[in-house]
């Protein structure tokens, strides 16, 4: 037999991870092979954030494609929920039997007893908003808010009436002599900003980590302050009492523009020095060095501020009290200073017409919605009997797993799932339905890192049943009999018009390289110094610090086998996603880490099988050793996206009280006790 051969077409892809890269590439294709149509992404290098290089974790993304375990057709369950265990139907079938439930709901009650519930795994705008037509036609409930860095920037937008304040390229701006990472373990998790900041640190700027673990960054860094988990703010509260003192803060810039700064001079007047160092973990040297640090680069210093440090019941008032060490310094709208956080704000008026025409919302009216964060009570509530879930994996994602797997287990809540693995959530789905990978599909993408819009054009899926999220929903209303005629536009469509909708000059932009970016290396933001407030200052009207006793006292109770619990993701890993490509780490999920002066003072050893237990959970672990955390932590990580663990899910321990201010999870607000494993479990 001949074997044609077809020429190889390049297309523009973006990662759409909720990740901080959204990564640039050339995906190059070859539209005719019977399966493996993407042969390879090559990320760009003249994309000044990607650099031409992805994350370990996204190395190899065309080998997950065409994976032997993606889900390539609808499935339908056979046997009780919480295992994963189907029988292929039709993508027809599918919809038949999903059709006929719906009517039948809406028969018997209300249609917000609906309820769909999505998040950010994959973040293309059309690919998150666009089933919010069908969900607006169908009159359902849907989930808001976050579970990630909403109480940070809730934060700092009652400082600043925003949350976005700074062009990260700062980074390497030649005016920035030090550069403070706060909480931010770059190497693994923004890897691109890492290799800005590697860039600074051979130009001879100083870096400052501050973190409760020793990440490889701190490693480099001029100066590390090892401090406790959620302690963050009484480090503040020591640095801006020592700035006060040597008089050491910008009066001029507070004067001009700082509405009620006095309250956070009276608030730091005075300070129990040896007690906060002790709850902070820290010598007086390390605190010392770091105040002349400040001093001496004052107006050169930037902050960058990692999303861990939020995640606790007090998480926004945490992350604001650090900004005002730069409020006070006057570090704020000159080039070389400011707090990068997220800069999804920036975008946020770009974007606000595309968000309504992508979800048609100004056609219908508002839906009812319920926070993300309260997904398992709200469905414990028996309120509602559908559940339909893209984009997302909250029986691994959300926290107290116990609360929302006794929700899913409900017999008369009927879950449809979209995805293209099967996954935790899964085994509770009455039908899956194959999802096209993100590179399949039309989409424009905004990074909440670098602002900017990106886009994917999608190639071609291999597998006839796998559908967008989009076609899904267009699929089925037109299946309800929705005749609005927003059902007719395709996704491509779509993606076109929004396009269509933006500023020349970034039509252009995306036109020729695929990207825009808002902001050049020099840009400073804010250089005016009016923030978007009432009046234009920035507003630090306290209380600052009067938070967070209970729950100090709680970590500090001194008993030797309870801990303070965090829960990062695994450097292989994002969230809960790559399990297939990195089956290898999956052992390291059943191991909870401690310092190993902590495992000895347990009369443990590394290895030895423990029970971990709270309020919420008890499960059998595996010891581990890892020196890079402080003492008094246990670390398990987040995200086990394998079928294969049973019940290995760090998030059945972590609480759905949410963070005070923004509501997202307060995952690292909640202690463990780990004892010795008696013969019955062994
Ligand atoms: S996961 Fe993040 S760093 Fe990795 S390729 Fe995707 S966007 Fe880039």
């Known amino acids: 037999m001949i074997e044609m051969t077809y020429p190889n077409k390049d297309r523009v892809g973006t990662c759409t991870k909720d990740c901080y890269g959204s990564c640039v590439f050339k995906g190059i ?18 994309h000044p954030f990607t650099n031409g290089f ?8 065309e080998s997950l494609l065409y994976h032997q375990k993606r889900v390539k057709t609808p499935l339908l369950r056979i046997g009780a929920k919480s295992e994963n265990n189907f029988e292929k139907i039709t993508l027809e079938k599918a919809f038949e039997i999903i059709t006929k439930k719906l009517i039948e709901i809406q028969k018997k009650s209300e249609s917000t007893s609906i309820l769909g519930a999505f998040y950010t795994g994959n973040c293309g705008l059309i690919s998150q908003y666009a089933p919010l037509r069908f969900f607006r036609e169908i009159g359902a409930t849907i989930t808001n808010g976050g579970i990630c860095n909403e109480g940070g920037c809730a934060g700092l937008t009652e400082l600043f009436g925003t949350y976005s304040t700074t062009n990260p390229f700062q980074l390497i701006n030649p005016s920035t002599r030090l550069i403070v990472i706060w909480g931010s373990n770059l190497s693994e998790t923004n890897n691109h900003a890492y290799y800005l900041v590697k860039q600074a640190l051979k130009r001879g700027t100083k870096v400052v980590v501050i973190d409760s673990r020793r990440t490889p960054i701190a490693k480099k860094a001029d100066l590390f302050l090892h401090i406790f988990p959620g302690t963050d703010h009484l480090l503040v509260k020591m640095v801006l009492n020592k ?16 509405d009620s700064y006095s309250s956070i001079f009276l608030e730091v007047a005075k300070v129990e020095k040896v007690k906060l160092l002790e709850q902070i973990g820290i010598k007086i040297q390390t605190f010392q060095n770091f105040v002349d640090f400040l001093f001496k680069f004052k107006h050169q210093t930037l902050f960058n501020i990692g999303y861990g440090v939020q995640k606790d019941f007090h998480g926004g008032r945490i992350v604001k009290s650090i900004a005002l060490i730069q409020i006070l310094l006057g570090n704020i709208g000159k080039p070389g200073t400011g ?9 946020k008026p770009l974007l606000q017409p595309l968000q309504d025409y992508i979800t048609s919302i100004k056609k219908r009216p508002k839906m009812k919605e319920i926070p993300i964060i309260e997904l398992g009570s709200a469905l414990l509530s028996g309120t509602y009997k559908m559940l339909i879930v893209y984009n997302f994996n909250p029986a691994s994602s959300l926290p107290n797993q116990n609360l929302l797997r006794t929700a899913l287990m409900n017999d008369d809540l009927f879950i449809i799932v979209l995805d293209m693995f099967l996954n935790e959530t899964t085994k509770y789905a009455n039908i899956v339905i194959p999802a096209k990978f993100d590179l399949e599909s039309h989409d424009i ?15 071609p899926c291999p597998y006839q049943d796998c559908v967008s999220n ?9 299946k309800m009999g929705y005749d609005d005629k927003v059902f007719q536009e395709s996704e491509e469509s779509i993606f076109k018009n929004c396009l269509k ?19 050049d290396f020099d840009s400073v933001p804010f250089n005016n110094l009016k923030f978007p407030t009432s009046n234009n200052q920035i507003q630090a009207k306290g209380p600052h610090f009067k938070f967070g006793e209970n729950e100090l006292k709680r970590k500090f109770s001194n008993k030797i086998n309870e801990f303070l619990l965090i829960s990062p993701s695994h450097f292989y890993f994002l969230h809960s996603q790559l399990g297939q490509v990195n089956i290898r780490y999956l052992d390291e999920f059943s191991k909870i880490f401690l310092t190993p002066e902590d495992i000895e003072a347990l009369g443990l050893k590394t290895g030895d099988k423990v029970l971990v237990s709270n309020e919420y959970y008890t499960g059998v672990y595996i010891l581990a050793e890892l020196p890079i955390l ?33 509501f997202s999870g307060a995952y690292n607000s909640t202690l463990v006790k780990i004892t010795e494993i008696k013969s019955k479990y062994t």
């Open 29 to 46: 294709w070859n539209d005719e092979a019977l399966e493996q149509k993407l042969l390879s992404a090559q990320p760009l290098k003249e």
């Open 54 to 61: 992805f994350c370990p974790k996204y190395k190899k993304r």
């Open 243 to 258: 700035l006060v003192a040597n008089k050491i803060y910008d009066e001029l810039f507070l004067n001009d523009n700082v």
């Open 339 to 347: 707090l990068i956080y997220s800069q999804s704000d920036f975008l």
């Open 445 to 459: 993408i905004s990074p909440f890192y670098i602002p900017g819009l990106s886009i994917n054009i999608g190639g």
């Open 470 to 478: 989009y076609e899904f929903f267009q699929q089925l209303a037109l």
């Open 501 to 519: 909708m933006l500023p020349l000059k970034i039509q252009e932009s995306i036109d020729k390289l695929g990207y825009y970016l808002l902001f």
């Open 630 to 662: 402080k003492h008094g932590t246990a670390l398990i990580y987040s995200g086990l996206s394998s079928t294969l663990k049973e019940n290995l899910n760090v998030n059945h321990f972590t609480p759905d009280k949410p963070e005070e201010l923004g």
